[in-house]
């Protein structure tokens, strides 16, 4: 059973930046794609960003470019995203998903246990 676990996150000011990590155990994942989505309150839960397993491609959501970056280490089998210039519109619970295809979530998906990340005005 694959499992996902997220790490980071935390309070930082505006304009500051932060680093969240998601470490797949279990099965590798090799195929598609590993990325972040988050939900702000009373709000749904919207992708962020994803990168692909195999060619290393990206996307991002338009609220995030040029901010964001999503790095992956394929031998660890886990995903970083780099966040920086944060915004307090960016405050949210986010959640590591895989596999996903591009924005896509498919039945499969795995989904993280979620990190608060505060960004304060």
């Known amino acids: 059973q694959v499992q996902l676990e997220e790490s980071g996150g935390g309070l930082v000011q505006a304009g500051g930046s932060l680093r969240l990590s998601c470490a797949a155990s279990?099965?590798?994942?090799?195929?598609?794609?590993m990325g972040w989505f988050r939900q702000a309150p009373g709000k749904e839960r919207e992708f962020v960003a994803d990168?692909?397993?195999?060619?290393?491609?990206?996307y991002y959501a338009d609220s995030v470019k040029g901010r964001f970056t999503i790095s992956r280490d394929n031998a660890k089998n886990t995903v970083t995203l780099h966040m920086n210039n944060l915004k307090p519109e960016d405050t949210a619970v986010y959640y590591c998903?895989?596999?996903?295809?591009?924005?896509?979530?498919?039945?499969?998906?795995?989904w993280g246990q979620g990190i608060q990340v505060t960004v304060s005005s």
């Open positions: 990168i692909n397993f195999g060619d290393g491609e990206t």
């Open positions: 279990g099965r590798p994942f090799t195929r598609y794609a």
């Open positions: 998903a895989a596999p996903l295809i591009k924005t896509i979530i498919l039945t499969t998906t795995r």
